[in-house]
């Protein structure tokens, strides 16, 4: 599921968040100290922000699929037909490492405003769903 800024979700499994507290104003604090937090599945929200991560890294046979298929697409039509073929075949060669890179799930992270005012920034999309 790809979540869009605006869209109402909520919590699809409870959450504890553990760590540090200090003022979000960034000013210091000597009484920081530790805390925990729990919400409970079900809490909603909206969707504030977005941020798609996609995968690491491109293989070398991914970055040539994609020089040579943006080749073909451009200027495919004006090539005599044999280097037309030939650049399909080796297109056609390199189609299964095209399709693996396809299947890599873009990653999501986002930062919603629940209802009750808590803000969750950088979750895992995959921790809510749609209202």
Not at 2 to 11: C, I, P, Q, S, W
Not at 30 to 50: H, I, K, M, P, Y
Not at 67 to 72: N, P
Not at 96 to 115: C, I
Request: glycine letters at 8%; hydrophobic letters at 40%.
């Amino acid at each position: 599921m790809t979540l869009e800024v605006g869209r109402r979700v909520k919590l699809a499994t409870d959450l504890r968040l553990a760590g540090s507290v200090v003022p979000a104003d960034g000013s210091s604090a000597t009484d920081a100290g530790a805390a925990t937090l729990s919400l409970a599945a079900g809490a909603e929200g909206t969707v504030e922000r977005v941020d798609e991560h996609g995968p690491a890294e491109q293989s070398q046979e991914v970055r040539e699929y994609v020089r040579l298929k943006a080749l073909l697409d451009d200027f495919g039509d004006q090539m005599p037909p044999g280097s037309k073929k030939k650049l399909e075949e080796e297109i056609a060669s390199l189609e299964p490492e095209w399709a693996a890179h396809q299947e890599q799930r873009l990653r999501a992270t986002v930062r919603v405003r629940l209802d009750n005012g808590f803000v969750l920034d950088d979750a895992p999309e995959d921790l809510f769903t749609s209202v």
